[in-house]
């Protein structure tokens, strides 16, 4: 089974903090993505990557970046924290063979 | 118009009746279908795929698709209270890297 796992489940950061969440993959798989969940908002997508350091915008790009320096960890950074930010924050990761597997979810706070 | 359409619901049913979600889609091209199911406070969880017109079961689940109609559809048999959670239609458009578009989820709610 595909074990995506997120590096907190729940977090609480200040306005204007820096913000690092955490996604690691276990099976080499090619696409990794970030979305962020909120009551009737839906899953809305931030950035995906399809290949190490590439990176591609999602829908709701701004006042959030990413880095993929290796295959398996896709790192969604929030280079100044807002109240606006306060989410549920969803890794997930696919390639041809495997369809979309979430990670358990980082559910962060913005004070 | 958005892209992938749900009735948000909540949808009733009693334990042991079929459940009918439904999920329509606006762009022509896609090529893939999922619905994911998601407990509350919990991340989502894929329950089926189906990629080509017509039924596709799984235990008490089954998923249809009708690309003509651009209506992709999930059953439940005989509901369980266990069944109950918010059920995400997502699409992924053949020209995209693996991105799914996803509704924004049926809440479903079986009564015993």
């Known amino acids: 089974d595909v074990k995506v796992t997120q590096s907190s489940r729940y977090l609480v950061k200040r306005t204007g903090e820096k913000v690092f969440l955490e996604c690691v993959q276990d099976m080499d798989h090619e696409n990794m993505f970030w979305y962020r969940q909120d009551p009737g908002l839906g899953l809305r997508l931030i950035y995906f990557s399809y290949d190490v350091k590439m990176k591609e915008k999602g829908d709701i790009p701004e006042g959030y970046s990413v880095s993929r320096e290796k295959k398996e960890r896709f790192s969604l950074i929030l280079e100044s924290a807002s109240t606006n930010q306060t989410s549920m924050y969803l890794c997930?990761?696919?390639?041809?063979?495997?369809?979309?597997?979430f990670g358990p979810g980082t559910r962060l706070t913005v004070l | 118009q958005k892209e992938v359409e749900q009735n948000s619901g909540p949808l009733s049913v009693p334990e042991g009746a079929i459940a009918s979600l439904n999920c329509t889609y606006s762009d022509r091209v896609s090529q893939s279908f999922f619905w994911y199911r998601q407990y509350s406070g919990k991340s989502p969880e894929l329950i089926m795929s189906i990629y080509s017109n017509g039924d596709k079961e799984d235990g008490r689940f089954t998923a249809q698709l009708n690309k003509a109609s651009q209506y992709v559809s999930l059953l439940i048999r005989d509901s369980q209270p266990s069944d109950s959670a918010t059920y995400l239609c997502?699409?992924?458009?053949?020209?995209?890297?693996?991105?799914?578009?996803f509704g924004q989820g049926t809440t479903l709610q079986v009564k015993p």
């Open positions: 997930a990761s696919s390639d041809y063979r495997d369809p979309f597997n």
């Open positions: 997502a699409v992924m458009k053949a020209s995209n890297t693996g991105k799914l578009i």
